[in-house]
């Protein structure tokens, strides 16, 4: 059986902290944020009807780095790229999970980017 690290279970209680105070409705559904040691992935989820209504992650076709250099341009152009998305599917105000990570270099950058796209937080 495999063991799992303290770190991943320290961002698990983070993440079910969090989750108790934020809570996306059809208004202003939840914008998620998970990211690997690659790949940065955002969702917009409304949790009264359980669905994601939107994602964009480093790993989809739509994405290009285009000029952007390393994982933080990455974050903020898949940012700039779901706000397009949720634009287009009528969400103009969203609710910023940060998935138990800090607010800082790469999840920054992507709620940058989001904002810069559009989104209100």
Known sequence: MAKTSPKVTARA???S?????????????????FK??????AQIIDDSLGKT???MSTKDKA?????????????KI??????EKAKAAGI??????????LYHGRVKSLSDGAREGGLIF
């Open 13 to 15: 209680k983070r993440v």
């Open 17 to 33: 902290r969090i989750r108790k105070k934020i809570y996306g409705t059809s208004e202003r559904p939840r914008l998620r944020v």
């Open 36 to 41: 690997s040691n690659k790949h940065i992935y």
């Open 53 to 55: 209504v939107v994602s």
């Open 63 to 75: 994405f290009d780095i285009g000029e952007e250099k390393g994982k933080r341009g990455a974050a």
């Open 78 to 83: 898949v940012g700039n790229k779901i706000a």
């Open 92 to 101: 103009e105000k969203v609710v910023f999970d940060r998935g138990g990570y």
